[in-house]
């Protein structure tokens, strides 16, 4: 069977010149190319866009992606497929957007070509929360390790080949899933300048003539199917992909800019769900509400009671129907927005939950549980607190099954293990120190046979976990200590 390259392609299509580079994507990951290269060939597709791609990956370790993505000349397949205003739908493309892919440890020149091509206006990147970290790093002749720090060195080569031309800077979209993202690029960025000794004019020109963009990033991309489907589909298409990628049809990239980038990225007119907007935080706040506090309210309590997916939970005889309780009754009346915007966000949320082409693992959305609870839902808990309103008892629900969840023993091997409520045991991903300290906690308990008031004050009450003593709240200890009483009852089993 062949496998999909350029000859390939251009007979199922016109074919398409390779196109001048005008972006460089900074990742090779699954997201990027469900994602943002989708909607750059959708551009591309209606005539909308000319530029072309370089690609190339954040760290070493990606290499074996950027070679099988140069085997078939930047070629792959994308599969949408998932529930769509009610309907299934499934569609597949041939996505065609990279005029270059290359390895920057083994073609650092390269890199430095594009960074001083007159052509070049963005920068793409996706390299994890963790990639626009600073670290210290020495300057060297060759390739530099981290994301921010390759940015510094291509903008100062962009500022001296161009004499700090006021027009030759560039934009730049992170699409990290970090609060104020463009932010975190710049001021790393300027660290390293700092570090490397570059020049007050430089430092000046980054800041005025370059854009670091916050942006909000949406989209389930799940990547490369399981084996027996991906080989179905290559005996139905006459090809093989070894970049094939699925991804759900919801999609949706909030951008904090004017409209003014819509000519340099026609993203909009492209009939994509992409939004200029002068204020990310409504989008920002509903999504981590709504989409991600559901999320984070279903892991724990899925894993204790035995649940190991979404879709499962969705159709658990009481669990399904308390999550979307939960979210209707009181999380969506927290939020400060049009309850009828509000609502069609939350049908497209549990829509898209329930895509049966998605196997969610609710172990891998428990990971980190603790701090992903402050962010996602205790600020919905703090807005009835505040008003000195009873704890609703499904938010409570929530809290008492991650407490729960947390019950969790050190084993000799290093790892932390719970047990759900019929025994079976389920490792729990964390930062360690947290782990202990909680561990601690449960020891303490069972060895003095607490009450579950007493289990859910001591744990509310750790600053060290919260940040702040959550045992003076009002009702909360009581509604969680009750919750914990029917968790082990078996009452949502």
Same mark, same amino acid.
């Given at each position: 069977?062949?496998?999909?390259?350029?000859?390939?392609?251009?007979?199922?299509?016109?074919?398409?010149?390779?196109?001048?580079?005008?972006?460089?994507?900074?990742?090779?990951?699954?997201?990027?190319?469900?994602?943002?290269?989708?909607?750059?060939?959708?551009?591309?597709?209606?005539?909308?866009?000319?530029?072309?791609?370089?690609?190339?990956?954040?760290?070493?370790?990606?290499?074996?992606?950027?070679?099988?993505?140069?085997?078939?000349?930047?070629?792959?397949?994308?599969?949408?497929?998932?529930?769509?205003?009610?309907?299934?739908?499934?569609?597949?493309?041939?996505?065609?957007?990279?005029?270059?892919?290359?390895?920057?440890?083994?073609?650092?020149?390269?890199?430095?070509?594009?960074?001083?091509?007159?052509?070049?206006?963005?920068?793409?990147?996706?390299?994890?929360?963790?990639?626009?970290?600073?670290?210290?790093?020495?300057?060297?002749?060759?390739?530099?390790?981290?994301?921010?720090?390759?940015?510094?060195?291509?903008?100062?080569?962009?500022?001296?080949?161009?004499?700090?031309?006021?027009?030759?800077?560039?934009?730049?979209?992170?699409?990290?899933?970090?609060?104020?993202?463009?932010?975190?690029?710049?001021?790393?960025?300027?660290?390293?300048?700092?570090?490397?000794?570059?020049?007050?004019?430089?430092?000046?020109?980054?800041?005025?003539?370059? +854009?670091?963009?916050? %942006?909000?990033?949406?989209?389930?991309?799940?990547? =490369? $199917?399981? *084996? #027996?489907?991906?080989?179905?589909?290559?005996?139905?298409?006459?090809?093989?992909?070894?970049?094939?990628?699925?991804?759900?049809?919801?999609?949706?990239?909030?951008?904090?800019?004017?409209?003014?980038?819509?000519?340099?990225?026609?993203?909009?007119?492209?009939?994509?769900?992409?939004?200029?907007?002068?204020?990310?935080?409504?989008?920002?706040?509903?999504?981590?509400?709504?989409?991600?506090?559901?999320?984070?309210?279903?892991?724990?309590?899925?894993?204790?009671?035995?649940?190991?997916?979404?879709?499962?939970?969705?159709?658990?005889?009481?669990?399904?129907?308390?999550? +979307?309780?939960?979210? %209707?009754?009181?999380?969506?009346?927290?939020?400060? =927005? $049009?309850? *009828? #915007?509000?609502?069609?966000?939350?049908?497209?949320?549990?829509?898209?939950?329930?895509?049966?082409?998605?196997?969610?693992?609710?172990?891998?959305?428990?990971?980190?549980?603790?701090?992903?609870?402050?962010?996602?839902?205790?600020?919905?808990?703090?807005?009835?607190?505040?008003?000195?309103?009873?704890?609703?008892?499904?938010?409570?629900?929530?809290?008492?099954?991650?407490?729960?969840?947390?019950?969790?023993?050190?084993?000799?091997?290093?790892?932390?293990?719970?047990?759900?409520?019929?025994?079976?045991?389920?490792?729990?991903?964390?930062?360690?120190?947290?782990?202990?300290?909680?561990?601690?906690?449960?020891?303490?308990?069972?060895?003095?046979?607490?009450?579950?008031?007493?289990?859910?004050?001591?744990?509310?009450?750790?600053?060290?976990?919260?940040?702040?003593?959550?045992?003076?709240?009002?009702?909360?200890?009581?509604?969680?200590?009750?919750?914990?009483?029917?968790?082990?009852?078996?009452?949502?089993?």
């Amino acid at each position: 069977m062949l496998t999909l390259n350029r000859s390939l392609h251009e007979t199922e299509s016109t074919g398409r010149k390779e196109a001048p580079v005008t972006i460089l994507q900074i990742g090779e990951g699954n997201f990027l190319r469900g994602f943002a290269d989708w909607m750059i060939h959708e551009c591309r597709k209606k005539g909308l866009y000319e530029g072309g791609i370089a690609i190339t990956q954040p760290r070493p370790t990606g290499r074996a992606k950027i070679e099988k993505l140069a085997s078939q000349n930047g070629l792959y397949t994308l599969v949408t497929q998932g529930i769509e205003n009610g309907e299934p739908v499934m569609r597949r493309e041939v996505i065609d957007v990279f005029s270059e892919v290359f390895d920057p440890y083994e073609d650092w020149q390269r890199f430095k070509r594009i960074a001083v091509s007159p052509d070049l206006q963005l920068v793409i990147s996706n390299t994890t929360e963790a990639g626009l970290t600073y670290r210290p790093e020495e300057l060297g002749e060759g390739a530099i390790l981290s994301f921010p720090g390759k940015i510094a060195y291509l903008l100062h080569l962009r500022h001296e080949a161009f004499q700090g031309a006021t027009d030759k800077g560039l934009v730049f979209l992170p699409c990290e899933l970090l609060e104020r993202n463009g932010d975190s690029l710049r001021d790393a960025v300027l660290r390293y300048a700092d570090d490397w000794g570059y020049s007050d004019s430089f430092k000046h020109w980054v800041l005025e003539n370059n +854009r670091f963009l916050n %942006s909000l990033v949406d989209r389930i991309v799940t990547g =490369y $199917p399981a *084996e #027996e489907q991906a080989e179905s589909w290559f005996a139905e298409w006459g090809y093989r992909d070894s970049m094939l990628c699925t991804a759900e049809p919801y999609h949706l990239w909030a951008i904090e800019a004017d409209e003014e980038m819509e000519k340099l990225l026609p993203l909009r007119k492209a009939g994509l769900n992409v939004f200029w907007t002068n204020d990310l935080k409504p989008f920002q706040q509903r999504k981590v509400r709504i989409l991600n506090g559901a999320h984070t309210w279903m892991a724990t309590l899925g894993l204790v009671n035995g649940v190991l997916h979404v879709g499962d939970l969705l159709e658990h005889s009481k669990l399904g129907s308390s999550v +979307r309780d939960a979210v %209707s009754r009181h999380i969506l009346p927290a939020l400060p =927005y $049009p309850e *009828e #915007e509000l609502r069609a966000y939350a049908g497209d949320v549990f829509e898209r939950f329930a895509n049966p082409h998605i196997r969610h693992r609710l172990a891998d959305i428990a990971m980190n549980a603790l701090s992903k609870f402050k962010v996602r839902l205790l600020p919905t808990i703090a807005y009835y607190a505040e008003r000195g309103d009873d704890i609703p008892e499904l938010l409570a629900l929530g809290f008492a099954g991650l407490l729960r969840y947390y019950k969790v023993k050190r084993e000799a091997d290093g790892s932390y293990v719970g047990r759900t409520l019929d025994g079976e045991a389920y490792s729990v991903r964390d930062d360690e120190t947290k782990l202990a300290f909680i561990a601690r906690h449960w020891e303490r308990a069972g060895a003095a046979n607490a009450e579950p008031i007493s289990v859910a004050t001591s744990l509310l009450a750790e600053r060290e976990l919260w940040g702040e003593d959550l045992s003076t709240w009002s009702n909360l200890a009581e509604a969680v200590a009750k919750q914990l009483t029917e968790l082990e009852r078996g009452v949502y089993q």
